[in-house]
């Protein structure tokens, strides 16, 4: 049966994240700190369209993706892959979502296993996921993968440490190609990267996404990286939701305050464009205690007294979903 091209490939509702942190200086009774790293998410991503997150270090947005990938626990909220809910699958499903979403890690050296060479650490995939294929079906995969990727052959027995960071990024890309799957969840693939090889690396995902129909779900500090890629828009502050809307909605004309920031930090090549980066002055609250009101509120240079009590709720500007009551 053919999937239905309305219905979303990756729904998320109200996706919460916590952490307990340990208890060790304080009395047996106490209750632990909590940090609330992801608060109420929700998107929805269809099929072979690509999905930017953007926001500070430190707003949650490598832990949003690392709860949709399973790698982390979710404190609250719900998401649906292909139809199927994930927190209450079978465990065949589950199987199958992990062979279907596929991360490319941030550190791309660190990544890869320096005792395994860059043919098994391709292979292992392959084989973990299709065990009934012959070594020969597995070794004419992984040397097809590396060629797509524009990693040699010749370099196929070659270990991690002999590659550079864009090259390692490049065989991370093939390790996550070899489950075969479906979504692929970037966590600032090319952060670590020189500014002209991220360039190659953002192309390849580019090109990767339309010849395999893959959906991506993008993160990233840059908007501008995160505009000559993707489809959609997710802004995040302290773990919560700021904008989300089309990337032409949300990053060529923002309305949230924070993201007008944000877009004002972006460099413009233009030398007859001046653009002055918004300064935000105020202290960022702990994601141990956060404020009942909107969490940009301390930070915000349109914010009211409103703001301090009452959680701002989602309004719609233009295209985009906006979380803002003062707009």
């Not at 991503?45 to 709860?67: D, F, M, P, Q, W």
């Not at 970037?186 to 670590?192: G, K, L, R, T």
């Amino acid at each position: 049966m053919m999937p239905n091209p309305s219905t979303p490939l990756l729904r998320v509702r109200d996706l919460s994240v916590e952490f307990k942190m340990s208890n060790s200086k304080g009395w047996p009774w106490q209750k632990p700190d909590v940090v609330h790293a992801v608060n109420g998410v929700s998107f929805d991503i269809h099929a072979g369209k690509c999905l930017g997150v953007v926001g500070e270090s430190g707003c949650g947005k490598s832990t949003l993706i690392r709860a949709v990938a399973g790698l982390v626990p979710m404190a609250a909220g719900q998401i649906e892959f292909d139809g199927k809910t994930v927190n209450t699958a079978k465990k065949s499903d589950v199987l199958n979502l992990r062979r279907s979403v596929q991360m490319i890690f941030q550190d791309p050296v660190a990544s890869l296993n320096p005792r395994m060479t860059v043919f098994q650490i391709v292979e292992e995939p392959s084989r973990a996921f299709f065990p009934k294929r012959s070594a020969q079906e597995h070794r004419e995969r992984v040397m097809s993968l590396l060629d797509r990727v524009g990693i040699p052959r010749r370099n196929a027995n070659r270990y991690p440490h002999e590659f550079s960071g864009g090259q390692c990024q490049r065989v991370g890309i093939a390790r996550a190609l070899a489950a075969e799957p479906r979504v692929l969840l970037c966590d600032e693939p090319v952060s670590a990267l020189d500014v002209s090889i991220q360039a190659q690396i953002v192309n390849l995902l580019r090109e990767l996404q339309r010849e395999m129909d893959l959906t991506l779900i993008f993160v990233a500090h840059d908007l501008g990286i995160v505009r000559h890629i993707s489809d959609d828009v997710l802004v995040m502050y302290l773990g919560g939701m700021m904008e989300y809307g089309p990337a032409e909605s949300v990053v060529k004309s923002p309305s949230h305050p924070y993201s007008q920031a944000l877009l004002s930090a972006v460099p413009v090549a233009d030398p007859r464009v001046e653009v002055v980066p918004q300064i935000l002055d105020g202290d960022l609250p702990s994601p141990l205690d956060l404020p009942i009101g909107c969490l940009f509120e301390t930070r915000c240079p349109k914010a009211q007294n409103i703001c301090r009590i009452e959680r701002p709720a989602s309004r719609k500007i233009g295209d985009a979903q906006v979380f803002c009551s003062q707009l």
